[in-house]
């Protein structure tokens, strides 16, 4: 069967072009970086070609640049970072919509290490409450995290204005920005952010490699306490393939940001608008127009997520959902509900989300095949009779 | 991805008896859009006191369309004292098993079911008794025991996976907790064997039990053992540590090992040492 890929937010193909870069690493070129031979010494230097590619596609230099092994790592290296740095300091300001990478990290270091966390509310269309974060921060704030662009509705908040505002009342600010980096174009010399994650696998390099950005002069302390690698500032051996096809996946997103921002946008407001227009009692959740050009998620009324996404699945069509029954836990993702997003909606919405490796055909087979998904699911509904009534 | 039986994908894929029966004289509906499912049924019973038709509609997830879909197939043309003898647990098996995380499903057959049944008996809707416990999914002291009685449960998680109760915001996991200690006492009950499994339930059951009954008494003497395969009912272990040179091995797995597993797990299970 083929397969339609559509969630690239949860993680994209390995670009062929990465892998090709990979490949010699795991052959050819196995010596250890740190080594002091000219075998090894060719790893260190194509290590620092990938930090190099990977600093340019956003704006830093190469040395604010420390590779982990994902975004999670990345976001509790820089939280615990700064809350080393400021060991006075108890309280962490954050969002409610953020990535469980950060979210759940907050409520642990609140329910056992004795920190405040305030989780800033958005409104309807996904917006941050900005005066509730900017009336929260406090003296006492060790460190503000608000993700770039939230990956369940693609709604992009303005960080750079935050960052602009937190430094001025001397709090760190780091931003997770594993969904938006490649999609949106930064410049981070030019902002204020203190510290910033990426996650290769979500932009077509492999799982198990990811970069955390430390702004120079960030005060920072390790998370992962080893060897001198990443100049003390994360040990343990690099994971060198990885790497490199990090380098070459940044080089590639930097040419490829535009056709993401034109063909595969337009690919995403074609399925939207069609699916939309064919299904009835159906909406987009979040605000349509300051999105990540990837991503929709649409909320489809009187039916459940999970079998709209096995009905897709027997078509080779992958996408996801924000519904309760896909992950185990039985209420409704926190993202949508803390939109404001009616349970009615919530537990039948579904997130596609593009990359520059779809085409027509794949968004005109989605077009044709899910409204008839939809029309027998509600057939089975029992509240296919109220809809008919409205 | 859930790992759903070939039965489940079918009985989703392929309902029988989706929609109302036109002439019901029994109907039970349960769930709302809130609690992310819910199920409409609706029985034909004729002067026998038999079901002579049954219809449903589900709002949920792939289990619960299969888990209704299977209800109809099972009470039609049983006699409601028959129907009446339907347990979650029937419903689970006809499917050939269902996740845990989804057993909630059945029991929203069952309770749709009870629910046709006293509908067309005239007994109208059962009261609500005992006291909320779980205020997200609406469920009572009183259900929870029994949930936990009829059914050995002695989690939290197990109690969610059954009737969703503490699955929402989890304020009430503490009184779950209260209401597990009042039944069980502090020490916890050892592990009840299920009635039904599929080979991939088995084979995790078999690891959990190695893992929670057996591994910590074998490590106490300085030895341990690792499960190698599992094909059919025959399980296959290596010996670890102090275990693996003692001459009262072969003793400790057919007495201690394959005894347990039996117990816990499968009574047809042999255990076998292989290197």
Known sequence: MNITYLDNNATTRTAPEVVEKMLPFYTEYYGNPSSMYGFAGYVAKKLAEARIKTAQLIGASAEEIVFTSCGTESDSTAIYAALQSYPHKKHILTTRVEHPAVKSLCEHLSAKKGYRVTFVPVDGKGFLDLDYLYDHITDDTAIVSVMWANNETGVIFPVEDIARVVKKRGAVFHTDAVQAVGKIPMNLADTDIDMLSLSGHKLHAPKGAGALYIRKGTKFAPFLIGGHQEKGRRGGTENTASIVGLGKACELAGERIEEENTRVRALRDKLETEILKQVPHTVINGDIHNRLPNTTSIGFEYVEGESILLMLNELGICASSGSACTSGSLEPSHVLRALGVPFTIAHGSIRFSLSVYNSDADIDFVIEQLPPIIEKLRMISPFRAQENQT | MWDYTDKVKEHFLNPRNVGVIEDANGVGEVGSIACGDALKLTLKVDDNNRITDAGFQTFGCASAIASSSALTEMVKGLTLDEASEITNDDIAEFLGGLPREKIHCSVMGREALEKAIRDYRGEGEKEIDGEIVCECFGVTDKEIETIVKENGLTRVEDVTNYIKAGGGCGKCHEGIEGILRAHWGE?????????????????????????????????????????????????????????????????????????????????????????
């Open chain 2, 187 to 275: 020490e916890p009950p050892p592990m009840k064997k299920p009635a039904y499994m599929t080979n991939l339930q088995k084979i995790k059951l078999i690891e959990e039990t190695l893992e929670r009954e057996i591994q910590p008494s074998l490590k106490q003497d300085g030895g341990n053992i690792e499960l190698v395969d599992v094909d059919g009912d025959r399980v296959m272990v290596k010996l670890l540590g102090t275990c693996s040179s003692c001459s009262l091995s072969q003793v400790t797995l057919k007495d201690y090992v394959e005894k347990k597993l039996r117990e816990l797990v499968s009574g047809d299970l042999t255990v076998e040492e292989v290197s």
